[in-house]
């Protein structure tokens, strides 16, 4: 009996580790694939928003409706917020989130975080048995209202970095993929939309980008909007390089293909130059670590054996 529930638990945990492996295997094609969907999602949604733009822009033309009827969501927080709420649809957009109510539940949690964190600030306030002063309540309550406060807009901050990292890193190989595509006849939005597809398994985030450019290209018929919409979308100085050069090369008739090239030599060097800096910037972040936990230990191991051994000896010696 004891032999066969050996084979029987021998058996589970080989069928379990079968299972372990092969997901393992299986999970990056999934990963891939699901990127892949989530990369063709979003850019049909843009290309279903652009068309149902232009339907309206067209029956707005043909029926001379007012301006106040054809106002989105995005017009009417505007409205509200003037400047700050562009800034704010800025953000949003850099940070990957295209709704249009976007903006206006930003404000909201502003609003609303700061009176949780007080809340929370108050009810532990409340559970002390120990009597605070008034002073030491009021800068505790101010803290957490100016931290509930920053804590959405430090989280966006958070996303945007992580996106135009990930746009910078992958943006020089995208420009040459985009320079091969253009020396090989093709147009450049469709070059933009075949770069997109390509990467979209390396960086999601540049493939939104480009496959929402060639969208903007083909059914906005304005390549400068869509060049400048581009770089306010991603915000890095490589997407603002990209669109620059490519209004210029249109606008003053350049080759598109040398400022691809001198482009993606630009960025390679900008790519470069932040790597530098930040391998400079390794040694003063890594002397306050080493001096708390590496040379105690050092010490510990060179002078461990001497106190022992000298400890020995005064023993011996009493």
Do not use: W
């Not at 709704?99 to 949690?109: C, G, H, N, V, Y």
């Not at 147009?187 to 933009?192: M, P």
């Not at 470069?272 to 708390?292: D, F, G, H």
């Amino acid at each position: 009996m004891l032999n066969i529930d050996n084979e029987i638990l021998i058996t589970i945990i080989s069928a379990l580790v079968a299972a372990v492996s092969f997901a393992a295997f299986a999970l990056p094609f999934l990963n891939k694939t699901e990127k892949k969907e989530r990369f063709r999602n979003v850019i049909e949604k843009r290309r279903e928003a652009l068309y149902e733009e232009s339907r309206k822009t067209k029956i707005i033309k043909k029926d001379e409706m007012s301006g106040a009827d054809s106002m989105a969501g995005f017009y009417k927080v505007q409205k509200l917020g003037g400047d700050m709420a562009e800034k704010i649809r800025d953000k949003m957009l850099q940070a990957g989130i295209r709704s249009s109510t976007a903006p206006l539940k930003f404000m909201i949690s502003q609003l609303v975080t700061p009176i949780f964190f007080c809340l929370i600030t108050m009810m532990f306030i409340s559970g002390v048995e120990k009597e605070i002063s008034s002073s030491v309540v009021m800068l505790m309550l101010f803290i957490a209202v100016f931290v509930g406060y920053k804590m959405p807009d430090i989280l966006i901050k958070n996303k945007i970095i992580k996106r135009q990292e990930e746009s910078n890193l992958a943006f020089p190989d995208s420009l040459d993929m985009m320079l091969i595509c253009v020396q090989g006849g093709i147009g450049l939005e469709q070059a933009v939309d075949r770069v997109a597809h390509e990467i979209a398994e390396h960086s999601e985030t540049l493939a939104e980008e480009l496959g929402i450019l060639s969208a903007e290209m083909a059914m906005l018929g304005d390549r400068r909007q869509a060049l400048q919409d581009f770089a306010r979308r991603v915000g890095s100085g490589a997407a603002k390089s990209f669109a620059t050069a490519l209004v210029q090369a249109e606008q003053y008739g350049t080759s598109v293909t040398q400022a691809m090239r001198v482009m993606s030599d630009e960025i390679r060097d900008m790519r470069r130059a932040k790597a530098e800096q930040k391998a400079a910037s390794l040694p003063p972040k890594l002397t306050v670590p080493m001096i708390l936990f590496f040379l105690p230990a050092l010490f510990i191991v060179i002078l461990g054996p001497a106190g022992i051994q000298a400890s020995a000896a005064g023993l011996g010696g009493g």
